[in-house]
Nanobody, 123 residues
Framework: QVQLVESGGGLVQAGGSLRLSCAAS????????MGWFRQAPGKAREFVAA????????YYADSVKGRTTISRDNAKNTVYLQMNSLKPEDTAVYYC????????????????WGQGTQVTVSS
């Protein structure tokens, strides 16, 4: 069992940056691949980024590639999402997730989810 808690969301102007964090409980964090998803109002949850168990490999959605970096610190049981050059269309609730496989860009491929953190980008 893994419990995930996201933080770092907030209101930012277009062009700004945010770093989201996701803290995981348990001593098996490094055995999970991690992913970030987002869901805007009225839209389906969509994949943002994923990172392998050691952090050596990453995978991004085209919509965020070049503006976003996913990273992890297994000693701190934490995964991060650094988002730069934010756009109003990045506004959504952002969720982190843990799963056994990498890379996985579908929500059904993850076993554990956090409660989400709101990111709002104003124009």
């Amino acid at each position: 069992q893994v419990q995930l808690v996201e933080s770092g969301g907030g209101l930012v102007q277009a062009g700004g940056s945010l770093r989201l964090s996701c803290a995981a409980s348990g001593r098996t964090f490094s055995s999970y691949a991690m992913g970030w998803f987002r869901q805007a109002p009225g839209k389906a949850r969509e994949f943002v980024a994923a990172i392998s168990w050691s952090g050596s490999s990453t995978y991004y959605a085209d919509s965020v590639k070049g503006r976003t970096t996913i990273s992890r610190d297994n000693a701190k049981n934490t995964v991060y999402l650094q988002m730069n050059s934010l756009k109003p269309e990045d506004t959504a609730v952002y969720y982190c997730a843990a799963g056994a496989q990498f890379p996985v860009d579908r929500s059904g491929g993850y076993d554990y989810w956090g409660q989400g953190t709101q990111v709002t980008v104003s124009s």
